[in-house]
Each structure stands twice: as structure tokens, then as C-alpha cells.
């Protein structure tokens, strides 16, 4: 990078303090009389995603901030077949060093990093080790992910396995089938069983919502998850044909608004898939902030699921202090 100068009439990004983490989430008995008043009016999602969309984002010193906050965020993502050790050492090095050290420095930040790295099993015990001492958890995505359809045993194994390596965080799939025949007691216990085998792992559900046909179904099995004991729900594996969307997140997040007012839990969101530009994430955190408040924008309880949402982050970031953009290439991931 060429040197870099704070930009002028521009405060640095700030750097909050953490507020105490929640409690993990205990969950609630099934009420499925509850589960079945859950209705969403979808005009109204798409009126009030026409806002979002709408909005002129944030700029300038406001826009770093934000930025910045999204690194923090972040679950740093590696799921590809081809993944290696050696990949998964260089994401951790990405993961404590999000950003070159002139740029952090341009930016008035004595340091920051992600908010996970997130890996498949056979990378857990890799990943655990490259993050020693940074305080940087490792999730690991389980439970046959991404199809989950696997045998309950095997998926119940498969998550033990990864909490023995390391894993502090579980993202598992639910079994897309019990929410689209409506079966939510087999939801329910399929989700339970999960959570017991997650010990004292965040476990993070995802529920596939580019499979689940309807909003009404992705609003339900929300509460389904909640009431199982879901520490975070999240939107999608990356690898459904659609992915993360604002109208399925409007409709979580409400649901874990909902949750929290009628139980008293509170849950954290995950949107994943597909989120790879600067300014998509910035209408995720314009979300996070109107419809929950700002307390869900810490990484406690909100993270991106991305591998490629760095790269241009950086290069927002880079423009913000230089004035100029890089190519992409200089920033790619490994
Ligand atoms: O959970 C994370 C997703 O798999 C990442 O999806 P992405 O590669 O489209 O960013």
C-alpha cells in the first residue's frame, strides 16, 4: 500500500468497549401453539426492505466505523473441499490481522480482529492452534452440514468430536424436511439433541431458509430454534441456491425480538452466504441497529458469515484513508 494519511475533518473509527456477553441461551419447552400464531405479513416485509434499500448509507468517518465494526463481526470463513492447513493458518493470520498494520494505524486503531474463523471439522484442530492466545473462537460448521442428512448419530458424534478438538462455536443444520411438513416437535428434539451434545459451545443454527419455501416457515422454525436453545440462528450454509436475503433476516430478527420480549432469552443473528460487498453489510448493520438496537452489534450477538466480505471492506477502507481504491487482487483472501 502507498503510505497512507488519516484523512482530513474525519474522526477515526472507534473502538467500544465489549459489553458482558448473555448468558447461553436455555431455551423454553415447545409451545407449539405458540410456533403456530407465528404469521408474517409480506407486504409489509417488502415495504420495509424498500426502505432499507433506499436508504442512502452511511459515509466518510461513519462509513469506517461501521466498516470497522463489521470486520468485528465477522466469522472469517473457510468451507471448500479443497481447503488445506496451510490456507486455514493463513486465514487465522487474516483473522488477528484483519488489515495491513498502516492501514490500522491510519485508521487510529492500536489493533483488531474478527469475530471467529469458521472451518469444517478436519480444520478445527489447525484453526485452534493458529489462534492460540488471540481470544479469537473457532466455529465449525456440523451435523452433515451442508445437506444434513446424515445419521442423527453420526451428526450427535460429529459435534462432540469437534467441541474435543476446540470448537467454541457449533453451526449446525437443521433437517429442512421437519420445517417444510411442518413437524416442529421433530424439529425441536432434533435441535435439542444438538444443544446437549454442544456442551458449553455456542451452538448457531442454521436453518437453510433458501430451502424453506415460505417466510412464514423461516419465521416459525426461528422460534423453534430459539425455544431449543439456539445461541445464534442463522440465515443459510453458502451453499443453497439462495442465500442470505434482507427479507428472511427481517423476519429472524424479528423473531428474536419477539423471543426475547415474550422469554426474556436473548439470541444472536448470523446472516451468511452471498455477503461479499462493503456496502451489503452496511444495510445488515442498519438492520441490526433499527429493528434490535444497537447491542446487537456487537459480535457476541451479531456476526457475517463471509469468506470474501474482507476483500472489499479493505478496500473501502483503503479508499476511506488514500483516496484511491486498490485493485482487488492485492487484498484476496487465501
Ligand atoms: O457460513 C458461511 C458461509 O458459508 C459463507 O458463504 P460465502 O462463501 O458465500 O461468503
Known sequence: MSAVAKPKNAAPPAAAAAPA????????????????TVRVN??????????????????????????????????????????????????????????????LSALGLPSLQVGAVCVYHEMVAE??????????????????????LTPMETKLREIELSVAAGAQEVDIVISRRHALTHDWAALYEELVSFKKACGPAHLKAILATGELQTLENVARASWVAMMAGADFIKTSTGKE???????????????IRDFQAETGQVVGYKPAGGISSAKGALQYL?????????????PDLFRFGA????????RQLEHYVTGHYSAAHRHAMP
Open 21 to 36: 456477553a448473555p448468558p447461553l441461551n436455555a431455551g423454553t419447552p415447545l409451545d407449539l401453539a405458540r410456533v403456530r
Open 42 to 103: 409480506q407486504p409489509a416485509v417488502a415495504r420495509r426492505v424498500a426502505v432499507l434499500n433506499a436508504s442512502r448509507s452511511v459515509k466518510k468517518a461513519y462509513q469506517a466505523a461501521w466498516l470497522v465494526k463489521a470486520i468485528q463481526c465477522m466469522d472469517l470463513t473457510t468451507l471448500s473441499g479443497d481447503d488445506t492447513p496451510g490456507r486455514v493458518r493463513r486465514l487465522c493470520a487474516k483473522a488477528r490481522q484483519p488489515l495491513g498494520a498502516e492501514l
Open 127 to 148: 484453526a485452534v492452534q493458529a489462534l492460540q492466545g488471540s481470544g479469537i473462537p473457532v466455529a465449525v460448521v456440523s451435523t452433515g452440514f451442508p445437506a444434513g
Open 241 to 255: 441456491g439462495v442465500n442470505a436475503t434482507l427479507d428472511v433476516s427481517l423476519v429472524m430478527v424479528r423473531a
Open 286 to 298: 442498519a438492520l441490526m441497529k433499527e429493528e434490535l438496537g444497537p447491542r446487537w452489534l456487537q
Open 307 to 314: 469468506s470474501s466480505l474482507l476483500t472489499d471492506i479493505e
